[in-house]
């Protein structure tokens, strides 16, 4: 099936670090979509993308829809414990046979030092 | 409360056996969703139900197979013929998949273990 690349794989940092996080694919995708997984949960939505160009924020995270289409961004500002998780991109190619069919990265294991 | 139910929370299993795994919503959303989860591969889609009675094979349907019965249910029964089990499974269901969100609801997922 279609791959989104999703880099970095890992990343351990020190708690107010920031840290950033993308996912490239070579098809274009109309909606592009970051979860979070906590251990032994389920990923829940932090930021839902749905133009090309498109910058959004929630608190401390950032995420950008990329002009080509082809990739995003999410940023987390100064880091705290609780960020530790899987951040996973989504992308989903938009109306008629995708439906809501997500193409999902392979996750970013974020772990934060206090 | 409103949400997505997954049972059991863990399973183990003796080779050649079938299991079932269930998932319940309440969120009276159409759609519904079966994803496999390994390390480091992310997500991948088993199979999905835009509506009752409907269901369509996912990116890695073969060893599986579900049922959409009632609107709020979606079980997921791993079979014998899948060769490689032992995973997490995660169940999601959405508005409905005629509308362009993305956004799914996951439950909190069944770890399944084969012995």
């Known amino acids: 099936g279609q791959q989104l690349n999703q880099s970095p794989q890992s990343m351990f940092i020190q708690e107010g670090e920031d840290v950033s996080m993308n996912c490239t694919s070579s098809?274009?995708?109309?909606?592009w979509l970051w979860y979070k997984q906590d251990p032994g949960e389920g990923p829940v939505l932090l930021i839902a993308?749905?133009?090309?160009?498109e910058l959004t924020s929630n608190g401390r995270l950032t995420a950008q829809f990329g002009i080509t289409r082809k990739d995003s961004f999410l940023n987390i500002s100064a880091s705290i414990p609780s960020d530790v998780g899987i951040y996973f991109c989504?992308?989903?190619?938009?109306?008629?046979?995708?439906?809501?069919?997500?193409?999902f990265g392979q996750g970013t294991i974020l772990t934060v030092h206090p | 409360d409103g949400g997505i139910t997954q049972s059991p929370k863990y399973l183990f299993r003796k080779e050649g056996q079938n299991v079932t795994l269930s998932c319940e919503q309440n969120?009276?959303?159409?759609?519904m969703y079966w994803y496999r989860q390994d390390p480091g591969q992310g997500l991948r889609l088993i199979y999905y139900s835009q509506i009752v009675n409907d269901f369509q094979k996912g990116d890695i349907a073969e060893g599986y197979s579900v049922s959409r019965e009632k609107k709020e249910s979606f079980p997921l029964t791993v079979t014998s013929a899948q060769k490689n089990p032992t995973a997490f499974y995660l169940c999601?269901?959405?508005?409905?998949?005629?509308?362009?969100?993305?956004?799914?609801?996951f439950g909190e997922g069944s770890r399944l273990t084969v012995l």
């Open positions: 969120l009276n959303h159409d759609a």
């Open positions: 098809s274009i995708f109309n909606t």
């Open positions: 993308l749905y133009k090309a160009g």
């Open positions: 999601a269901s959405s508005v409905t998949a005629f509308r362009v969100t993305g956004e799914l609801f």
């Open positions: 989504a992308g989903q190619r938009g109306r008629g046979t995708s439906y809501g069919k997500l193409t």
